[in-house]
């Protein structure tokens, strides 16, 4: 199983991190450091300087490297303090490209209850192989490596490839970039042909015998945006097939994959453990269960750190079934209420994005009070009636219209007038938006009656209290 480092949305180090020095680290279960590590070992470390240079293997777990030998170590992690000669332990460590085994998380190295962290490895290796049997052991009480060993099985997109490069999931950043998120109802498969040409413009050629295929933009997208990074396919030389595939399995453990993801669903409580419950988010996601969008909504009013992860949770779906239940967020919000309001504003980013016309009347509530997504979706797909509720938003507070002046702007590039040099900016500030603010209220004085949107997404007006 090929380990691909976990959606962005869950951001698991904003519940609990494990701290080692200055570094953050978000929690890795057994099961999901197993998948990772390329050698599991218990061994000692020796070498003739401060920081140990090599391992010599007494057990090993997992791995293709014999024991009772030693391999090259490295023996940091990032910028921590190296682990010197004579450290005795479990080690679960990554091969890098030079030959050499380093670690790769605070629970790579294990130096105390060796005897125990080695049944914990046995008991994970035992889980990959038959979840079925502890899916049972367990009932509705999995743990934190059951859900991770199910939402990989259950995993329903992945990137392959054959030709010139090995391509993955990892390698394109599906599931951690906000913008163009495939909507979790697209199921099926699209393959295209990847040829570079690194002396034209765009320097792939990308065709595809799938051109109807919804999927298609989002493979395209997602493989001219890794071109321009430093990366293989920034230097592929020749061409490649990359399949885009989001159909998930049919079966998983033995079992129907529709009843594996109702398990894990049945499991999901908000009073669950933190690693527990971010697991249960994450195996979800994988999975792309829409079916899982109803209970999790309904931890839209558990403590706010369980609510902020459930909109997040909501937000990557880009499905509509999750839109009433964020619109209640945004809707029930008391905007007088002084600080920061993180559920709040991961409903109103995912209305943004997914919310659509019929959001407007609570998004223009929430815009009145200057909250940034709100009034950038009316910058979106509000109306004509929307700029002088914007404008009006902004009189109120000039200094905090960065919001509120973006959207001013977007919808000035969606009418009939050109866009001034003056609305345009590089950066924001507090000053430079009470500057504008008087400049906004001129321009509307001179344009309102001449003013019309090219499109009419917004259709309604400028309703809502």
Not at 91 to 119: C, V, W
Not at 247 to 276: F, I, N, Q, S, T
Request: proline share 6%.
């Amino acid at each position: 199983m090929q380990r691909v480092f976990p959606p962005i949305v869950f951001l698991l180090v904003m519940l609990s991190c494990q701290v080692v020095g200055a570094t953050q680290w978000s929690p890795m279960t057994t099961a999901e450091a197993v998948d990772w590590a390329d050698l599991v070992a218990v061994g000692t470390t020796d070498g003739d300087g401060e920081a140990a240079d090599s391992l010599f293997l007494e057990m090993v777990l997992k791995g293709e490297v014999e024991a009772e030998q030693a391999v090259p170590f490295r023996a940091t992690l990032r910028m921590e303090t190296p682990i010197p000669p004579g450290r005795r332990g479990l080690f679960m460590l990554k091969q890098h490209d030079d030959g050499t085994y380093g670690l790769f998380h605070p629970i790579s190295y294990q130096g105390d209850e060796i005897d125990n962290r080695g049944a914990a490895v046995e008991r994970a290796q035992r889980m990959w192989a038959d979840p079925a049997v502890f899916m049972e052991e367990q009932g509705d009480q999995p743990d934190a490596d059951l859900i991770y060993i199910l939402g990989e099985e259950l995993r329903a997109l992945e990137v392959r490839s054959t030709g010139d490069l090995n391509l993955t999931t990892k390698d394109l950043m599906f599931e951690q970039r906000r913008q163009n998120v495939i909507p979790w109802e697209l199921r099926g498969v699209v393959t295209a042909h990847v040829d570079r040409r690194p002396d034209r413009d765009p320097p792939l050629r990308i065709t595809s015998a799938d051109e109807g295929s919804p999927l298609l933009p989002y493979l395209v997208d997602r493989l001219r945006m890794a071109s321009r990074w430093d990366n293989d396919l920034s230097r592929l030389d020749g061409s490649l097939e990359v399949t885009l595939d989001t159909r998930g399995p049919d079966r998983v453990a033995g079992r129907d994959a529709a009843e594996v993801r109702a398990y894990l669903r049945a499991a999901l409580k908000a009073d669950m453990g933190w690693e527990r419950r971010g697991e249960m988010f994450e195996a979800l996601a994988k999975a792309r269960d829409l079916d899982a969008i109803e209970p999790i909504a309904a931890m839209l009013t558990a403590e706010e750190s369980v609510a902020h992860v459930a909109a997040r949770w909501l937000h990557q779906t880009y499905n509509q079934r999750a839109v009433p239940p964020l619109l209640a967020v945004v809707a029930s919000a008391d905007f007088d209420q002084k600080g920061y309001q993180p559920v709040v504003e991961e409903a109103a980013h995912a209305l943004y994005d997914i919310g659509g016309v019929e959001a407007l009347p609570t998004l223009r509530r929430a815009a009145r009070h200057r909250e940034y997504y709100a009034t950038s979706a009316l910058g979106k797909y509000g109306n004509a009636d929307d700029f002088q509720l914007l404008l009006d938003a902004g009189n109120e507070r000039p200094t905090d219209t960065s919001g509120v002046q973006g959207a001013l702007l977007q919808l000035v590039r969606r009418s009939n007038l050109p866009v001034e040099e003056w609305m345009n900016s590089p950066t924001w500030n507090a000053e430079i938006g009470a500057e504008k603010q008087p400049l906004w209220n001129r321009w509307w004085e001179e344009h309102w009656e001449e003013f019309r949107l090219r499109d009419t997404a917004g259709e309604g007006g400028a309703e809502g209290g």
